[in-house]
């Protein structure tokens, strides 16, 4: 019999598929293998006999770092101290998944040790943002489980912000979370096998926190990726506008205006330079 479902885990070659709420532990079919189509983490899949996965669906889209498919949304995880709140890094994951055009929401954790201005920053642009405190045992999880349900969450974000304590939080798990090496100011890294978590309705993906991030686009590229500026950039003077040095442009004056976050668009600028052209 053929059943359906999506794999959730690779380890040495077995490939772990859930479907139904059963998880079935597979191997790729001979066909599969010889024609390079191997499954990654979030494909969805056809098996037979419980044993042989016999087919990898078409994917909706697909992250290379982690390499996963199917995602529904990247909750990038930021702490607002320890480690130190960087606008640069947000806005550098921030400009790589929107131009891969999946949703985002940022995730501001630690509010109980920061100041908690970056958050209210970026809710003032329109990201979608939540403000979490992993220590609080009477936080209000229930309401932030909302933006979860029915999604395959991507978690992305700098080794020691707290993940993979947020995915605990959310699903009722025990996965282990890094402790912040005083000495160095950061945790070291335990997350290696990509893997989807789930409870109920939700499913997330912990990954291993990386701390830079290298921008493949165009200067162009660029200038789409940030979806704040599409509205905006309408009313530049010049339709390949990349707000640097041209006049008349519309991003410019909202940057000058206070209208537009100041370090937004310095980190723009930052990256713009570092692009190709
Ligand atoms: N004070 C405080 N500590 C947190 C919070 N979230 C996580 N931590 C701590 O930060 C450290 C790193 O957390 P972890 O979840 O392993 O981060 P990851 O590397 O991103 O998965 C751990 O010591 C956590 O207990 C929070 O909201 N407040
Ligand atoms: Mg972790
Ligand atoms: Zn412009």
Partial sequence: MIKQGQVIKIIS?????????????????????????????????????DLLLTKVKERKNFLIRP????????????????????????????????SQNISTLIIFTKSDLGNNKPYYDYLSQNFNCLL????????????????????????????GVGKTSTLNNLLNKNEKTNEISKSLGRGKHTTRVIEIFFDQDIRIIDTPGFSSLEINLSKLELAHSFFDFKEWSKKCKFSTCIHYKEI?????RNYQNNILLKSRYENYIKMLLEAKD
């Fill in 132 to 159: 979490i405190n992993n220590k609080d045992k009477d936080f209000d999880w229930n309401k932030i489980k909302d933006n979860f349900k029915n999604k395959l969450t991507v978690f992305t974000g700098q080794t």
């Fill in 248 to 252: 008349d442009c519309e991003v410019k």
């Fill in 13 to 49: 070659g077995f490939f772990d598929v859930v479907s139904k709420n059963k998880i079935y532990r597979l191997r790729a079919s001979g066909t599969l293998r010889d024609n390079n189509l191997i499954p990654i983490v979030g494909d969805y899949v056809e098996f037979k006999n």
């Fill in 67 to 98: 390499k996963v498919a199917n995602i529904d949304l990247v909750a990038i995880i930021v702490s607002l101290s320890e480690p130190k709140f960087s606008s640069l890094l947000l806005d550098r994951f921030l400009a790589i998944i929107e």
